[in-house]
């Protein structure tokens, strides 16, 4: 089997007329904001992918019953008999604040050396407008779809896919039944290996805060007197021990464990080592698990327990001598299939009652319940075979990743089998500066897609 190399793939590219009308759409949609964080361009975005899919021929509805509009386009097949291929999407993106080292402006399309730059390149509009690229070519070189082809595209998905669940309620009749849904995105990963993942992790986020007293106090007192700082830092010490193991009682009790299918997936494709992220991240600190299996077993399917930031006392220049009478913490808790975020917060509220840190109050903010699949569905079986003639590194078959997003949401309400595989590298800097994407990569994902259309014929 011959593979196309990098420098085919950006000439193919470049010579290619469908793909250079939708990489001007692509630039086009990254100019434009869409944050949902920050209430920022949702209706003109889905307005505008609305009319870049009707403008082919696509049956396009654009529910904006609330915050962020919701879209639908369908290209229908003659063949009555056609199965059906839903693609999943996000228009919303993180914001590209000041924080973030950037080389240009995040909201220009950019390309550099077979690379192109901007927020969403890769999480998610790159990969909407190589998909709707795809569709486009089979129509233009083929004709008639044999499969129909139906793209809905939320506005919240960086916010926990606020109001999802209620489009996907609404709608769900009108897009089932179907034979595959294919995720949002997803890339090769430091192997070069495209990576097909079939889950994710869900996830609890909540607050903890504590106040000890009217004022903070001279910490002449501290020998007698309890700060919220040491309250708050024993109440969290409480519910993780030194080698991550959570202490909260009920968290494993539920937990599904992993089939033999699942577990060797995992043996045979995943490329995380303890190794691996020493040289990555320049860790400091020991890595919680050294022996691979185990460190496979609990990074893909245990629960895992996070402060994400900590408020408390003086932070300002010099010495503050004080017992501060406040103190917070923002957590997290990332989960898997057998986990809910409503049953892990009342484990958690029991467990800061039981040790005696009943002044502690909890604040839920947002949660995701958590999906994965063993990739047995004849449909992704069939993903897989097609991905393998595309990259010569081969392909990483995954029942989930680590991260979060609505895969439980989406399947629960459509109960269809869902397959994520992209166009990022293990470098495209998702949600961080100089997010970026492959040229090679981007084409390579329009001519997989193209492929999986015709397999239906």
């Not at 003109?44 to 654009?62: K, M, Q, R, S």
């Not at 997003?405 to 990022?424: C, N, Q, R, S, T």
Request: glycine residues 8%; charged residues 25%.
């Amino acid at each position: 089997m011959t593979f196309s190399t990098d420098e085919l793939q950006l000439k193919k590219f470049r010579n290619d007329e469908t793909a250079q009308h939708y990489f001007e759409v692509l630039r086009t949609l990254i100019s434009k904001k869409s944050i949902f964080a920050q209430g920022i361009g949702l209706a003109d975005v889905a307005g505008y992918l609305g009319e870049i899919f009707a403008g082919v021929g696509a049956e396009v509805t654009i529910d904006e019953t609330y915050t962020a509009p919701f879209v639908i386009a369908k290209f229908k097949s003659p063949n009555p008999k056609a199965k059906t291929i839903i693609f999943y999407n996000h228009y919303d993106t993180v914001p590209a604040d000041s924080d973030q080292p950037w080389t240009d402006d995040p909201f220009k399309l950019t390309v550099r050396k077979g690379y192109m730059y901007g927020r969403g390149v890769d999480d998610d509009k790159g990969h909407i407008t190589a998909r709707l690229t795809a569709v486009r070519k089979y129509l233009r070189e083929e004709g008639d779809l044999p499969v129909n082809v139906t793209f809905i595209i939320e506005g919240a998905e960086e916010s926990a896919s606020t109001d999802l669940d209620k489009y996907l309620e609404k709608y769900k009749a009108d897009l089932l039944p179907a034979d595959l849904l294919v995720w949002e995105q997803g890339s090769r990963n430091t192997q070069g290996q495209l990576e097909i993942t079939g889950g994710n992790k869900g996830i609890i986020t909540f607050n903890l805060s504590v106040e000890s007293a009217e004022v903070d106090i001279h910490s002449k007192y501290g020998a007698v007197i309890e700060s919220a700082s040491w309250y708050l830092i024993n109440a969290i010490s409480s519910m993780r021990n030194q080698n991550g193991r959570i202490l909260i009682d009920g968290i494993y009790d539920h937990i599904a464990e992993p089939n033999e299918r699942e577990l060797a997936l995992v043996e045979s494709h995943a490329i995380e080592n303890a190794g691996s992220l020493r040289k990555l991240y320049g860790l400091k600190l020991p890595v919680l698990e050294s022996d691979r299996r185990s460190f496979l077993k609990t990074y893909y399917f245990e629960p895992a327990l996070s402060i994400e930031g900590l408020s408390t006392g003086y932070q300002g220049q010099g010495v503050k001598t004080i017992l501060p009478a406040q103190a917070s913490a923002k957590m997290e808790m990332r989960l898997v299939a057998g986990l809910t975020p409503q049953y892990v917060l009342e484990c958690i509220r029991e467990h800061l009652k039981k040790e005696g840190f009943d002044r502690i109050k909890v604040t839920y903010t947002l949660g995701e319940k958590s999906y994965r699949s063993d990739m047995s569905a004849p449909a992704i079986l069939n993903v897989i075979k097609l991905a393998e003639k595309y990259y010569q590194d081969g392909v990483a078959v995954l029942p989930t990743a680590a991260g979060t997003g609505p895969m439980y949401m989406i399947y629960e309400a459509l109960g269809v089998p869902m397959a994520a595989f992209g166009l990022g590298n293990a470098n495209s800097r998702d949600h961080g500066g100089d997010e970026n994407v492959s040229l090679a990569d981007y084409y390579t994902h329009i001519e997989l897609v193209k492929e999986l259309i015709a397999s239906y014929e």
